[in-house]
């Protein structure tokens, strides 16, 4: 039975919403509701209080120019001024123990705050948001820095504008979409502002950072591009800031406030954007592990000729390595074309036939000239199944030989559901003596959920279209790449895959040069026009070195 990749649903997500809501209200919530967290002006504070400048008296909310300031009491310090010791006192004597309504509103906000995410996810973002690992992975890595938020937040007397908020939407933008980033960023910065009471300072900058890293990102085939992007994001982000307090009818003494380093805010910000940019450069393995992705370095390695399983292929089923080796030019320049993994993409093509290489007779492009095919001694349905095996042996082998996940989908996707129209077609002709259903000629496949595997599917046909074209010209190129989009298209082969009409347009086009170039028309050698009229050949020329040619050459200009 072919394993494919497990397709999110509804169900799923109320279960990720419900436990990543019950871990963000523990974290929220965490030194209210524990008692030995409580904190006693008088006594070294067990945790880091941060109480809201809207609570505080006019007297005690010190205006930082334009930017208000939380009362903060840090872990460890004692309280000695008696009117903030009241502020303290009260302030944990109204939120504790908190009330049943509070947790349960808390709580909800979050779970409602995950589902439109994971909801997001599965509607617009294409056909790999439906994938429940990238949703799981994507809400574990949200989880996990928001959690990684209150620690520093609970622990330390950080300033909360220097917390790398925009690493998992640079993450996201590295290896899916913009979409997805924005939507992670939002995500986060609303959790994240949850924790310091949505002060409104914090929140634009938080928004500002994680949206800001999203435009910033341009180059997704080099990563660390991505300190850039946190860099310029922090920049943004402090830029914003001051805007803020501006409109408000504040002033803000810039360099004022930049003289005093640690506890600058604008410095924090950027030092925020920029932190953000190291992790998301260092942790990649983190990420990779997380959203079932492959890191660039491991594709690189997988496009080796001399990798183990493309020998493999190459040995025993000859004529479909080549057939993968055309694929993957013709897949490579297409994925560029509408800015899909190129790499990825080329990878797949490389492994997505490996599973021929079990009974490789049973493939045309296999057969040496004049040798008869196995099928014509076989009925149409066992041909069928014949040929349907190897989607699922390819994926077996992919996976025991350590390929990753992204890679053995190319293997069972690129025919997706569709029917072996050959055999069914020749089961019909025979008069369909058994009664079968197309069922019985149907790939048990997988439909491509991604750009990059549709773009396999749509090659695997053409490039083999485009070997049985007698006089190529463009106009029978163009015919073919239209047909065989325009099949897939009502076979609903594509629904899946996020591919736009843009991007379809723009394959088309492109995939029409492509052909039109690698099958152009060439001048014939005269020692092929002897050849074919029996005159004899035409003499070889003879060895000659450099210095013979060098010699030759200055002989003939004197």
Not at 249 to 256: A, F, K, P, T
Not at 261 to 287: C, D, H, K, P, Y
Not at 302 to 313: E, I, N, S
Not at 437 to 447: N, V
């Amino acid at each position: 039975m072919l394993r494919t990749r497990l397709i999110a649903g509804r169900t799923s997500g109320l279960i990720l919403s419900a436990v990543f809501a019950s871990i963000m209200t523990l974290a929220s919530q965490v030194e209210v509701v524990l008692e030995p967290l409580r904190v006693d002006p008088v006594q070294p504070a067990p945790v880091t209080l941060r109480i809201p400048s809207s609570y505080l008296p006019n007297a005690k909310a010190g205006r930082h120019r334009g930017l208000p300031k939380p009362l903060l009491v840090e872990r460890g310090q004692v309280v000695d001024d008696l009117d903030e010791q009241r502020i303290v006192r009260a302030f944990e004597r109204e939120r504790r123990p908190p009330e049943r309504s509070t947790l349960s509103g808390v709580w909800i906000s979050y779970f409602l705050i995950a589902y439109i995410f994971l909801a997001f996810l599965r509607i617009f973002t294409g056909g790999r948001g439906t994938l429940l690992r990238t949703q799981a992975g994507l809400l574990v890595l949200v989880c996990a820095t928001c959690v990684g938020a209150k620690l520093l937040l609970l622990f330390t007397g950080l300033s909360p504008f220097v917390l790398p908020l925009a690493t998992v939407p640079l993450w996201a933008a590295l290896y899916f979409d913009r979409g997805t980033a924005i939507a992670s960023g939002l995500v986060i910065t609303l959790v994240a502002s949850s924790f310091v009471h949505f002060a409104m300072p914090v929140v634009v900058t938080y928004l500002a950072i994680t949206l800001g890293v999203v435009i910033f990102f341009h180059d997704r085939k080099h990563a660390t591009h991505m300190l850039v992007a946190g860099t310029a994001a922090g920049l943004f982000a402090a830029l914003v800031l001051i805007s803020v307090a501006l409109s408000v009818g504040d002033e803000i003494d810039v360099i004022g406030d930049v003289a005093k380093l640690n506890e600058s805010t604008l410095l924090s910000t950027i030092a925020g954007g920029m932190i953000a940019g190291v992790f998301a450069v260092l942790f990649q393995r983190v990420a990779t592990a997380a959203l079932g992705v492959v890191a660039r370095g491991r594709l690189q390695e997988l496009t080796d000729v001399d990798h183990p399983l493309l020998r493999k292929m190459a040995r025993e089923a000859p004529g479909s390595w080549q057939h993968a080796r055309a694929m993957a030019n013709l897949a490579e320049g297409a994925a560029a074309a509408i800015g899909a993994d190129a790499l990825l993409t080329r990878v797949g093509a490389y492994y997505h036939d490996l599973g021929k290489t079990i009974q490789p007779k049973y493939f045309v492009e296999n057969l040496l000239p004049g040798e008869p095919t196995p099928h014509n001694d076989l009925e149409p349905e066992v041909s069928a199944d014949a040929i349907m095996a190897h989607v699922v042996e390819g994926a077996r082998i992919l996976r025991e030989g350590g390929v990753p996940e992204p890679v053995v989908e190319f293997a069972y996707t690129h025919h997706g559901t569709s029917v072996i129209e050959y055999f069914w077609h020749k089961c019909l002709e025979q008069g369909n003596p058994k009664g079968l259903s197309d069922t019985a000629f149907r790939y048990a496949g997988m439909r491509p959920r991604t750009k990059e595997t549709a773009i396999l599917m749509l090659i695997d046909a053409i490039e083999a279209a485009a070997r049985t074209v007698d006089e190529p010209t463009r106009e029978k190129f163009e015919a073919i790449v239209q047909r065989v989009m325009n099949v897939k298209l009502r076979q609903g082969q594509l629904d899946e895959c996020g591919l736009t009409m843009e991007d379809l347009r723009i394959l088309q086009s492109t995939l029409t040069d492509t052909l039109c170039n690698a099958y152009h028309n060439r001048i014939k050698y005269p020692w092929q026009d002897k050849e074919e009229e029996g005159e004899a050949q035409l003499p070889v020329p003879g060895v000659a070195t450099e210095q013979d040619v060098a010699r030759e050459r200055s002989r003939e200009s004197t």
